[in-house]
């Protein structure tokens, strides 16, 4: 699907844990999530830590919204 | 007599379902699951032991999960290492893949595995080990064995490999010469191939050439502050009781939703994905959806805007041609509201 976007010229981020499936189906901006069941954070952590860890792995989503690429990036 | 070891997944090694994905490498002396039928059709050969590891842990800890296993194997005895059947599923087979390729190359013994041709370990590995091709589902998997048996049982036995379509491999890549005989040399078969074109009957190219077109990379935000941003999921996250049916494998449609001002309730939302434990996500939904993160960032001024709706559906055994339709729905959608970025969220 972030193939897709990407052809319809909408920079797109794809935030997954298996980045090396991401990178062979051509997306070229790619963050790594915590985990399978919990892309955003890490559910042992206290709440408090969960609430700054998806603040701050979103932030890196829009850090790499704002980066030059030229081919497969994991951010 | 021949020694084969063979890895599996917890699911197929009896220890549990999604919520034992998480498991780390283990190894067990003789067969386990699937490896009982499958040595009782191996020729020359035996299974000696089962490697199991969860199919999240090996996703989350590619290294270490490779490197226990190289412990476990660096003192045994072994010809052959099979992996899998892996059907379609998308773990599971990233993981065979993976785990075949790094015994064939660390420890040299041909290594084998068989999975569904949309499999994303296909791509990925097709051109490093022999990837047998699989049946769709788990209802393949004597079919399967039976494949993986046949083609065990060639090497096992010293016996010829044939090129790809003639044992039942996806193509390496590798391309080996064979003589002919006289009556179909080249310009023989390339004008009955000509005819057959001419005259508008099937024809299969023998060596067919893959166009691919390149897609251009889209140019980085230069200013997020003012970024209209969209965010779709494919974890599967849907209100309570899945009112628009959204399908926990083999999507074909998505629902969109309000972005809510503040955050995703436990209880109001559910995970309805059939690839992964919804433990966590249903207790809380935004470890997939970070609302409250994303309305912190708008509200600080760090994005420009936020499509009022996400897209949600299930990326768990979606086939191709839905996954491109569906994508390209959305896109319409994100046309007409102008957005210019879009974060897709993958279990």
Known sequence: ???????????????????????????????????????????????????EQRYELFEKVLRALGTDVIESTVF | MKKIVMYINQFYGGIGGEEMANTAP??????????VALNSMLQGGQ????????????????????????????DLEFDLFIAGPAFFAGRYGVNCGRICRYVQNNFHVP??????????????????????????????????????????????????????????????GIRSQIILPADQTADKRAIDMLLKKLKGEPFESELPIELLEPVPVPPAIEDISKARIAFICTGGIVPAKNPDRINSAGATHFASYDLPEKELKAGEWESIHGGYDHTYANADPMVFVPVDALRRLEGEGKIGYLHPYFYSTTGNLTNLKDARRMANEIVEFLGKDNIQAAVLTSA
């Open chain 2, 47 to 74: 299974i000696t032991h089962t490697v199991i590891c969860g199919d999240d842990y090996m996703n989350e800890h590619e290294e270490d999960s490779i490197s226990v296993i190289d412990g476990f194997l660096k």
């Open chain 2, 26 to 35: 283990s190894i067990a002396e003789g067969m386990v699951g699937p490896a």
């Open chain 2, 111 to 172: 290594a084998v595995t068989c999975m569904y041709e949309e499999s994303p370990g296909v791509d990925m590995y097709r051109s490093d080990i022999y990837i047998l091709r699989g049946g769709h589902s788990g209802a393949s998997m004597r079919k399967d064995l039976k494949k993986v048996s046949g083609f065990a049982n060639k090497l096992l036995n010293d016996e010829p490999i044939l090129w790809a379509d003639a044992e039942g491999y996806f193509p390496r």
């Open chain 1, 1 to 51: 699907m972030v193939v897709e976007f990407e052809k319809a010229g909408i920079t797109t981020v794809h935030v997954a844990n298996m980045t090396p499936v991401s990178t062979s189906l051509g997306c070229n901006r790619i963050v790594k999530s915590y985990g399978i069941p919990f892309p955003y954070c890490d559910p042992s952590m206290p709440e408090e830590v969960q609430v």
